[in-house]
């Protein structure tokens, strides 16, 4: 086998590791993704929390609606005493007058009062309405994203187990000692050993070679490597 022949081959071979690594890092990113949708987070605390808000907004109409009824019945009684004519003293007429004015007022405010809170109830129903949708459509869609992700798991899985599959028959049928340095080379040098020689520079590190190493990684008998990055030169030309 030439150099040129052997700097091939491991080219081939780094191809091969550097799909690999592509085809890891993207089940590594799906793994991530599936793990926490924010979206579908929020949506829930969202709607969690309007349902909290209703729920205070109900109990809330609830007492102003039990303290406008005391009102109601403590007036009518009031005046069923004030018209029966059993109220003879005319101090104690005038006290009852003066009671029933001040519940009057006091009724009135409480009605407003009342359809305030009301109004309020309305607007959080509504509230949970639309988040309670929100949350619907949100788990919709992560659902549909689940499934379609499980399946794009399983295609990656069976793409790296062919790819690795190919990657140990390839690996098998090369000398173990160039295989050897190659993978030491590789730890060395950020996953990458071989570099290919494009317009007469190292693809790497983009170091012009001298056309005495150009003429070196053509023809030697040893591997050529780059004298800036200390890659491996595969010259395909
Ligand atoms: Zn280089």
């Not at 590594?28 to 924010?38: A, E, K, V």
């Not at 009031?78 to 003293?89: A, D, H, K, P, V």
């Amino acid at each position: 086998m030439s150099t040129t022949q052997i700097a091939a081959t491991l080219y081939q071979l780094q191809q091969i590791d550097l799909e690999l690594e592509r085809l890891i890092l993207e089940q590594q990113t799906l793994i991530r993704t599936l793990q926490g949708d924010s979206t579908l987070a929020k949506a829930r605390t969202e709607s969690r929390i309007a349902q909290q808000q209703l729920h205070s907004g109900l109990q809330a109409q609830k007492e102003a609606e039990w303290a406008l009824e005391e009102l109601d019945h403590r007036l009518k009684l009031l005046e069923q005493r004030l018209y029966s004519g059993s109220i003879t003293n005319p101090k104690e007429l005038y006290a009852a007058q003066q009671e029933t004015q001040h519940l009057r007022a006091q009724q009135s405010r409480q009605e407003e009062m009342t359809l305030e809170v009301m109004d309020a109830t309305d607007t959080l129903r509504e509230m949970v309405k639309q988040k309670s949708e929100a949350l619907q459509r949100a788990e919709e869609a992560w659902t549909q994203f689940n499934a379609s992700s499980v399946q794009r798991g399983e295609q990656l899985e069976s793409k790296r187990q062919e790819v690795q599959a190919g990657r140990d028959q390839f690996a098998g049928s090369i000398d173990a000692e160039l295989l050897k340095r190659y993978e030491t080379l590789k730890r060395s040098k950020q996953g990458r050993a071989v570099s290919r020689v494009e317009q007469s520079s190292c693809q790497w590190c983009r170091v012009i070679l001298t056309p005495s190493e150009l003429q070196r990684a053509r023809v030697s008998q040893d591997l050529q490597l780059c004298g800036n990055c200390g890659r491996i030169l595969y010259f395909d030309r």
